[in-house]
């Protein structure tokens, strides 16, 4: 049988481990930080419709840049913006890896601040751009000192910063990231893919972007949007940042059913949004519950939140998996990670976690 070591792949790729939050066929699956909310009849029927329209183009490649989308997503950002400072791709992940391809690369490196999303990593491995590897505070935060000094000691080409962060939830003060950007030789990446369920009082970084050009935020239509399973993400930044992901995009990168789909599920918003102030209250609730438990519980401005510390903790996840829950062993040794879903599916996860302690 043959294996990837008998391949005559990358040697920097020899060794490595893929992606791999498992996909497993259980009743409540709160371990993806998805939105547990399927889309609507009404949306689902202009979604069809939407299709059908572009279905009868297909012989035609895709507006390569994606111009309408990109209005609609600098309509629904605000903050001034236009199509030309936003960019879409297949998921915020094709965003960042089409950011680590116009700034990373052989010879470049990287910086994060860990425990953080795994794929930025993973990404700048696929990409051969050198990962440093940053650290949080006991309380998941950013020291903005020990950051600057992390930055000024390895110049990295490029920042990530996530807000709020994944697997810990913690989002960053504009102040850190106005001391990164000003300390930062090369680009910085604020990840937001969960901006829209922050806390209220927690600004984004896109009231940066003006006088900031190597300023990049990223977006995605995967959590409050609800539309994982579209594939769309996006960025917002400099008219300049832009020219670049259109240097090292594969032409016609997003399929006109995808671009359809998006445009669609923008002008659903409201309904859309609709159900991110339930899942911040429920976030917030089971916050206090783990806490009411004895339990440590991240402060969370995100649709997940990490929770621990087991000494055991595969133990744990297994035993509240046997109860038909599925969350995520993930961050640093000791905690767990769950999803924010529905009042029912918490309730499962409330009592298969009982059943557990
Ligand atoms: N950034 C962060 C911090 C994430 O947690 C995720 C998804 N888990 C992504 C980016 C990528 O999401 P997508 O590719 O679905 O937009």
């Known amino acids: 049988m043959t294996t990837l070591d008998d391949l005559p792949i990358r040697d920097d790729l020899r060794g490595k ?7 497993l066929n259980v009743a409540v699956q709160l371990n993806t930080n998805e939105n547990p909310h399927p889309p609507s009849a009404a949306l689902i029927a202009d979604l069809a419709d939407a299709i059908r ?11 390569r840049d994606a ?17 030309r400072q936003l960019w879409a791709a297949n998921g915020s992940n094709e965003i960042l890896q089409q950011v680590l391809q116009a700034f990373g690369g052989p010879g470049r ?17 696929g990409t051969s751009t050198r990962w440093i590897e940053g650290g949080r505070e006991e309380d998941f935060s950013l020291d903005p000192d020990r950051a600057v000094a992390l930055i000024e000691r390895h110049r990295p080409d490029v920042v990530f910063l996530t807000s709020p962060n994944n697997p810990t939830g913690t989002a960053l003060p504009l102040e850190v990231i106005r001391r990164v950007l000003a300390a930062a030789p090369g680009m910085v990446v604020v990840d937001e893919a969960y901006a829209e369920f922050a806390r209220a009082g927690t600004p984004s970084a ?3 972007l003006p006088g900031h050009p190597r300023l990049i935020v990223t977006r995605t239509m995967s959590k409050a949007f609800a539309l994982a399973g579209a594939r769309v993400g996006y960025l917002a930044a400099d008219p300049a940042v832009v020219d670049a992901m259109l240097l090292v995009r594969l032409p016609y990168h997003l399929s006109t059913l995808t671009q359809a789909a998006a445009r669609v599920a923008l002008a659903h918003r409201d309904e859309l949004l609709g159900s991110v102030d339930a899942l911040r209250a429920e976030r917030d609730e089971i916050v206090a519950w783990l806490r009411q438990r004895g339990l440590t519980v991240a402060d969370s401005d995100s649709n997940f939140v990490l929770f621990g510390k087991f000494p055991d903790r595969h133990a744990v996840w297994e035993g509240i998996l046997d109860r038909g829950v599925l969350i995520r062993e993930t961050g640093p040794d000791g905690w767990l990670r769950v999803s924010i879903g529905t009042e029912d599916e918490m309730a499962a996860f409330r009592a298969a976690l009982e059943g557990v302690l």
Do not use: C, W
């Open 67 to 83: 111009v309408e989308l990109r209005k609609d997503l600098a309509d629904y950002l605000g903050h001034g913006l236009t199509g």
């Open 53 to 63: 329209r572009g279905a009868a183009t297909l012989n035609r490649y895709p507006d």
């Open 109 to 125: 490196g990287a910086i994060g601040f860990e425990p953080s999303y795994s794929m930025h990593p993973i990404i700048a491995s």
């Open 206 to 208: 896109l009231s940066l």
């Open 17 to 23: 481990q893929p992606y791999g939050a498992p996909q």
